[in-house]
């Protein structure tokens, strides 16, 4: 298999993934501005959509979007119960997780991010966004993790969501439940060698 993802963007999530997983992979970085990969391809060629991420599977097809991916690895590997086995409930809430995580964490922060946003626009959502962290904070109570005590596929996303806060000048320190998380995934092996290899951290 091979990932294609840009350092620290939401690729982050199946690259932390991959690495939970034990299972052989590649990586190719994508430059999200010119759409050109590492080796030279025109990005656009392997994804239409032209972001990241994008996995190709051994057999030549292409799966996207993040959540979609994470639960294809998960699935490969259930002996490592990186999510819950599918039709239990516990699936379906770890597919909620991945939901509200990708409709009100990670969409509301583009809007806060993208150069281009109107001042207008992003004074609407930075409370939004605030609230939805609020909500992100009761949700995950006193958890380990966001299904309990168990590592699972949403909380790799969770995680790679809440490092951007800083980006946007929101500190993570006001949830501190949020930031014990944060730290917490983040001391995983996993996490740690995903961030390396991305060139994030030495």
């Not at 052989?24 to 025109?42: F, I, M, N, Q, S």
């Not at 770890?94 to 583009?110: A, V, Y």
């Not at 993208?114 to 004074?123: C, I, N, Y």
């Not at 000048?169 to 983040?186: E, K, M, Q, T």
Request: proline residues 7%; contains cysteine; hydrophobic residues 45%.
């Amino acid at each position: 298999m091979k990932l294609y993802y840009s350092p620290g963007a939401c690729s982050m999530s199946p690259h932390i993934v991959l690495e939970e997983s034990g299972l052989p992979h590649r990586l190719e970085r994508v430059d999200l501005k010119a759409k050109v990969t590492e080796t030279g391809a025109d990005y656009t060629t392997i994804n239409p959509k032209g972001y990241v991420p994008a996995l190709v599977l051994d057999s030549g097809e292409l799966l996207t979007e993040g959540p979609a991916i994470v639960q294809y690895l998960a699935d490969r590997v259930p002996e490592k119960k990186l999510a819950p086995a599918a039709g239990t409930m516990e699936r379906y809430r770890m597919q909620e997780w991945l939901t509200f995580i990708g409709t009100e964490l990670h969409k509301n922060f583009t809007s806060l991010y993208v150069p281009t946003s109107p001042p207008e626009w992003k004074a609407v959502v930075r409370p939004l966004m605030e609230r939805r962290l609020t909500v992100a904070s009761q949700l995950l109570g006193d958890k380990d993790h966001v299904l309990g005590d168990a590592f699972c596929v949403a909380d790799a996303y969770l995680f790679t969501v809440l490092g951007w806060l800083r980006l946007v000048g929101i500190d993570l320190a006001d949830w501190p439940n949020l930031a014990a998380f944060h730290a917490r995934v983040r001391a995983r092996p996993a996490v740690q060698a995903a961030m390396k290899a991305e060139g994030l951290i030495k």
